[in-house]
């Protein structure tokens, strides 16, 4: 193999040839690892090589020890720890670390990319213990490209996300504070190395707690810092702005010194700031404030109330208000017309700053914004106008609703009013201040004198632009959702809007000549009143599904019309809005949809028959056929033989993931709707399931929804599900040896515990399927509970984790009545746990009825095994 010709094609215009020289990369790594990885290391520290391939080589490095999936990046270090050995090691570190003194900036970063891939194994192993004292030498003394290069790796290594590494790295935060600080002062002449010193300070951190917590060495940094941020440099001064915001947010019981002395005056000088992002940083030190401020509230109201340490609490966003409210307001004026939705400019970041502002310190904020409403309500320039809209609706979250309200009732025919205001600019800010309050304030909106106006002038706004759909829709589905009454009632305050606003929104979204970014939000605002629907508004969605239906019906030759990726995308768009409709319909009418199920079925079975094999239509598709299926419970049997071919194969799909997830619930939906009769389905089923669990390259979050799906299967076909007990037991056995350690990665902890609560489920099922011959649940009882052993053992459990537990020990218990398994049901653990249960006061009612019930099951159990013996 031609190394550099492999590289070269990696960058190959022609798609055939890049997969070609990846397959190849693929291949020399399997076939020989260490030789692998000694040639590309030394085609990365080649100087006589083009520029390209040296980066090619240093991404092809990273490659080999990179992973998405968790258990595949451990095989991956694995390999790396035991098939090199130490002298290829040796080498391959040595190359990367010379690729650093590179004059190629691109090859030395790729360089710092690789070294920081070895890095996340050796540290957190003690090994290749040179690393760091070498990168500290690069840049106390190596050339400007070399110290530029070594600071980048620094950063690179703290920003990972490995447990294990974030860990290790706090033994050499002096180390890293060594070379950082000194490539980030003032003294630095070069730029581009003090930039870079300046992030991987920002991105070290959370490692160097030690050395923050030393008032001397801590005074050093946060001056070094400060002098950054006046350095003349905007991208160095945004960094030192962004390195502030970390600090504030890891640091902040040590910030009061620092927040009089100097950062008051500084971020306010930052936020005026002529460069964007200078200006837009310093802004977002001031969220990080109130961020922070909002969190310590939260928790020292817990800590209160437990009895517990209250943490240090300096109100910095109160005592700055003053100073920075208003610099924030002026801010908002900075709009920029043709900014897209996605963009994050200052004017966006100054409305962020403010609500949270609002949120922090309540009511004390208000007069100040209400005298900048007041006074640029009605400013010629809609730069001014805008603000002072937008103004308004930033406050509706934090200050006392008591005292919005009268603000509201007041400005709330004014805000309506500025829906006709002759900029589009102002008219979108007026809707979204719209949507600000019926989302949190929405007890200030009467219906009877405001809900009309307010309907209209929503509508009319998204009628008249689509600039302003996103915001024009958020507020009509906030006013669907805080107006819809209880749950099932006969009327709600939108039933006498509802079937205008249908037939409005239908209007809206009828026609190819209809903006497709705002026929997909109307739908979903169509959607949000069909959920929200009153009882008395039901025959208008029972006529609304023929709409749909038709509209859906209509799609089904558009395929056959396709000419373009742009075509194919806005039709899929059209389907999935049309379904998602569909669904809700379902879901309100729940069995009155029956008269309709024929056609829905037969239109939902015309599109997954049309659609192509990367589509992400059907999986709405599912969600409506899991609903129809919930709604029509038995009658269902009569579509599978039609529909189950579409999802045998949506669960044999492992490259969509997202599909086969949505196939894994629908067979639960299924079952538990056909009951007895999903029985000839089931083996099918089974096999499915069973291979995806077994098969190493699915993701791990499958698994749990599997396990619960064999409990769903199980309590469905009844004693019928002995065929699969055996196989399902060993599966349950062996997902019960997942354990988590001390260094467990945190996503780990959520999977592990979503895994319990899958095989508590399985259990649970099996154990109501065979609880008319308990005797073919004998030889499982000890596996039961060995895992709730360890689950009560285990303090990271979840309230459903929980929940499930107590239903396998009652169930298990009602299964034996006569206290066959007293003895197990004696152990002190079920007890305590039970009781831990019972007594929590955060947990939902179910939960705590679920372990009374099972108290009560243990009581019966332990109760008649003693009877039994005194008899």
Known sequence: MDVSQVLESTFSPDASARQNAEQQLSQAAELNFSTYLVTLAQELANEKAQPGV????????KNAFSAREYTRLREIQARWLQSVDINTKSSVRELALRTLASKDTRAGQAAAQFISSIAAIDIPRDQWQELMPALVENVGEGADHLKQASLQTIGYICEAEDQDLRDSLVQHSNAILTAVVQGARKEEANKDVRLAAINSLSDSLEFVRTNFDNEGERNYIMQVI??????????????????????????????KFYMEKALFGLTIMGMKNQEEDVAKLAIEFWCTV????????????????????????????????????????????QQDEDASDEDYNISRAAYQCLQLYAQTVGGELVQTVLGFVEVNLRHADWHFRDAAVSAFGAIMEGPDEKMLQPLIKQGLPVLIGMMDDPSVQVKDSAAFALGRICENVSESIDPQEHLRPL?????????????????????????????????????????????????????????????????????????????????????????????????????????????????????????????????????????????????????????????????????TVFAAVGALANALEEDFAKYMNSFSPFLYNALGNREEPGLCAMAI?????????????????????????????????????????????????????????ETYL?????????????????????????????????????????????????????????????????????????????RSAMGVIGDLADTFPNGEYANYYRAEWITHMIKE????????????????????QVKRQTGNASAARMS
């Open 226 to 255: 400060c002098e950054a941020t006046q350095s003349g440099d905007n991208r160095i001064e945004a960094s030192s702005y962004g390195c502030l915001n970390r600090i504030m947010g890891l640091y902040y019981d040590k910030m």
């Open 455 to 619: 309907i209209g002038a929503l509508f009319g706004g998204l009628s008249s632009s689509p600039k302003m759909a996103g915001s024009c829709c958020w507020a009509l589905m906030n006013l669907a959702e805080r107006f819809s009454g209880d749950a099932g009632g006969q009327e709600n305050p939108m039933s006498p809007h509802f079937q205008e606003s249908i037939q409005r929104l239908l209007a809206v979204t009828e026609g190819s000549e209809a903006d497709n970014q705002l026929r997909m939000a109307a739908y979903e605002v169509l959607n949000a009143f069909v959920t929200n629907a009153a009882n008395d508004s039901l025959p208008i969605v029972a006529k609304l599904s023929e709409v749909i239906l038709e509209r859906l019906e209509k799609t089904i030759p558009m395929q056959q019309q396709i000419v373009s990726v742009e075509d194919r995308i806005t039709l899929e768009e059209i389907q999935t809005s049309l379904a998602s409709v569909l669904l809700a319909i379902v879901q309100r009418l729940e069995g009155e949809i029956k008269p309709a199920a024929d056609r829905i079925m037969n239109v939902l079975l015309q599109i997954l028959s049309s659609v192509g094999s990367k589509s992400s239509v059907p999986d």
């Open 726 to 802: 055996s196989v399902v037991a060993q599966v349950l056995q062996t997902a019960a040896t997942v354990t988590m350690g001390e260094n467990t990665a945190f996503e780990m902890f959520d999977y592990v515990i979503s895994l319990r609560e899958g095989i508590m489920d399985a259990w649970s099922g099996a154990i109501l399927a065979m609880k008319t011959k308990p005797q073919i649940l004998v030889p499982y009882v000890e596996s039961v509970f060995s895992i709730l052993s360890v689950i009560a053992q285990d303090p990271n459990r979840s309230e459903a984790l929980l």
């Open 290 to 333: 109130c961020e922070e401020e909002i969190a310590i509230e939260d928790d020292n109201a817990m800590a209160a109330a437990e009895g517990s340490e209250l943490r240090p609490f300096f109100k910095f966003a109160r005592i700055a208000f003053r100073e920075v409210v208003p610099v924030l307001l002026q801010l908002l004026a």
């Open 54 to 61: 040296r980066q090619a080589a240093g991404i092809a490095l």
């Open 665 to 721: 619930g629908l067979v639960s939906d299924i079952t538990r709707a056909l009951g007895p009769l999903s029985q000839p389905y089931c083996d099918t089923f089974m096999n499915y399931l069973l291979q995806n669990l077994s098969d190493k390259s699915v993701s791990n979050q499958f698994r749990p929804a599997i396990l619960q799906t064999f409990g769903d299967i199980a309590q469905a076909i009844g004693p019928h599900f």
């Open 837 to 856: 249960t019972k007594s929590n006061r955060e947990f939902q009612g179910r939960t705590i009825e679920t372990a009374r019930w099972a108290r009560e």
